[in-house]
């Protein structure tokens, strides 16, 4: 079960998992800052450890205006194909393997 009342610790690239029941189960997103106006309504349920660069390039992936002219999804879909869990890290935390789809092309 995901708890809402799991907050924010304020450090980026936290990766959180939306609770409301109207989103998508499955949409998740990445905070590259701060992201307090969150608390109640998601979870974070992991932590970009290694391979930041490939997080950085989501932000390559042209994006469109929505009907209030806020940047909104990404043109071009970012799938995670495949996710494995993999050894745990020096501190014994969990760790996955993710390959991604062509997001870039």
């Known amino acids: ?4 009342n799991l907050y924010r610790i ?3 690239n936290k990766i959180f998992l939306s ?6 189960p499955s949409q998740f997103f990445i ?13 974070a ?3 970009v450890t290694d391979g930041m660069e490939i997080i950085d390039s989501f932000l390559k ?19 995670i194909e495949k996710a494995t869990m993999i050894s ?6 969990p760790r996955v393997l993710m390959t991604m789809n062509d997001f870039l092309k």
Not at 31 to 41: I, K, N
Request: hydrophobic share 30%.
């Open 10 to 12: 304020s450090v980026p």
């Open 88 to 93: 745990p890290d020096k501190d014994n935390h």
């Open 19 to 24: 609770i409301n029941k109207l989103d998508c």
């Open 31 to 43: 905070c590259y800052t701060d992201c307090t106006f969150l608390d109640g309504s998601s979870a």
């Open 61 to 79: 992936v042209p994006r469109s205006l929505n009907e209030i002219n806020e940047i909104a999804y990404p043109d071009n879909k970012i799938i």
């Open 1 to 4: 079960m995901i708890s809402p």
């Open 45 to 47: 349920f992991g932590k």
